[in-house]
């Protein structure tokens, strides 16, 4: 059998090209082109008579996710402050937040002088448990964030059982459109934010979206993303502005642009095919993973009906490299394939991202009080989850069968030369 391509071995993946990310043609810029020329950028300009694309685009959200009530904002980041602000979360309040994910969700509790818990994950999953939580929970609990991890969701039932009374914010920033019995998630806890960053599956580059059921938090949410503005209860005259100057609860600017807004318009009609798509090429080569034995996705709880794939996980037994480094081993692979292969992020309690001390206003929180309660637990579910699962983006998996035949390829071939690296 051939070298590893690691090595200077030939390349399983030789020449083809993957599938690209993101995905436009014409269409896409017809509607930007139609946003410029219209000279409305932003939301915070005299109407044409029509109505705003970011408004538009929400309308769309909402609908998409069957939900009365969607703010667009700038952000997935901002989504997350805005929903926490939504809240009333503030200085002495404490959220529970995932170790294992992105920095944003522990940086918005941060951002409203709360002080961000971090919950360990499942070994598997790398989602947060209704155990994980409880072990968190004290009576300064005022809200808990649950992100569904890349192509899985997490524990829903349970997550909402042992929060009782106390709000759950669902970060669906990598689970755009994913099912939980017959519901989208982010229609589950008090609200859902998503992120439309470039990487994302409905993707503008910047931009991101909030929401939610409940009508008193969708008034509070317009205000607070647009400088205490919000959408007049009557329609808008040509040649005014669409905002009106409301002041219940002081906002700050993080709106979307109407730019960002028209990417997005011409983004979400194709995400259920994508969704489509993906789950085709991602049963192919779970199907040849499990041929090769010790390999599988990372599970998805049997009341999801639907995934949505944003960074792919590959779970494997804990030998099944021979116990070589996982960075080696994704190191291994990416030379395989010309992707990019990695293990999960180091988890926030140990990560270079999580350093509130660098910023006066964080460094208050972060007290050694503060961070006994924020950090000061193991985490032997996220040191696991790190040892055992190989993520990919997911856009690789918009192309067809021989890339997904490729994949597991370059799996076995590394496997089989584990003991090299
Ligand atoms: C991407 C991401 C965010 C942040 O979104 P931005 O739009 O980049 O601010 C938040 N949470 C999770 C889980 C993410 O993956």
Not at 155 to 176: F, N, S
Not at 368 to 382: D, L, S, T, V, W
């Amino acid at each position: 059998m051939s070298r590893l391509a690691l090595h200077g071995g030939p390349r399983v993946r030789a020449d083809k090209r993957w599938a690209r990310w993101p995905q436009y043609d014409t269409a896409t810029e017809q509607e930007v082109v139609a946003a410029l020329r219209s000279g409305r950028w932003a939301i915070s300009w005299p109407s044409d008579g029509t109505t705003a694309r970011e408004r538009r685009f929400a309308e769309d959200w909402a609908r998409y996710n069957d939900v009365p009530h969607c703010v667009s904002v700038d952000h997935g980041s901002s989504a997350l402050l805005v929903a926490l602000e939504a809240l009333d979360i503030g200085p002495g309040d404490e959220v529970i937040v995932p170790t294992m994910t992105w920095v944003a969700p522990v940086t918005a509790v941060l951002r409203v002088g709360a002080l961000p818990v971090l919950a360990d994950v499942d070994p598997v999953t790398g989602c947060v448990t209704p155990e994980t939580i409880a072990a968190c929970r004290s009576g300064r609990t005022k809200a808990i964030i649950v992100v569904h991890l890349g192509a899985t969701v997490a524990d829903l039932d349970g997550i909402l059982a042992v929060a009782g009374d106390v709000p759950v914010v669902e970060d669906c920033a990598q689970a755009h459109g994913a099912r939980w019995r017959g519901r989208n998630v982010g229609t589950y806890g008090a609200l859902g934010v998503f992120s439309f960053q470039n990487g994302k599956v409905l993707a503008a580059g910047e931009g991101g979206a909030v929401i939610t059921s409940d009508p008193v938090l969708y008034r509070r949410a317009q205000q607070l993303r647009a400088d205490s503005r919000r959408y007049p209860d009557h329609p808008v005259p040509e040649g005014t502005m669409e905002l009106v100057e409301d002041g219940e609860v002081m906002g700050a600017n993080y709106c979307m642009s109407e730019l960002s807004a028209a990417v997005l318009l011409d983004q979400l009609p194709r995400l259920d095919t994508q969704h489509l798509h993906r789950e085709k090429i991602a049963g192919e080569l779970e199907r040849g993973l499990a041929e090769l034995g010790g390999f599988g996705p990372i599970p998805v709880p049997e009341e999801v009906d639907r995934r949505s794939i944003y960074e792919y996980g590959i779970s494997y037994a804990e030998d099944a490299f021979g116990g070589a480094p996982a960075e080696k081993v994704a190191e291994a692979i990416t030379a395989e394939l010309g992707f990019a292969v990695y293990p999960p992020d180091p988890p926030l309690n140990d990560s270079v991202m999580l350093r509130p001390f660098t910023k006066r206003r964080f460094a208050q929180i972060w007290s050694e009080e503060g961070q006994r309660r924020a950090i000061g637990r193991e985490f032997p579910g996220a040191e696991r989850f790190r040892r055992s699962a190989l993520l990919f983006h997911h856009g690789v998996l918009l192309g067809d069968s021989a890339d997904a035949a490729d994949i597991v390829a370059a799996v076995a071939k590394v496997r089989d030369h584990a003991h090299e690296l």
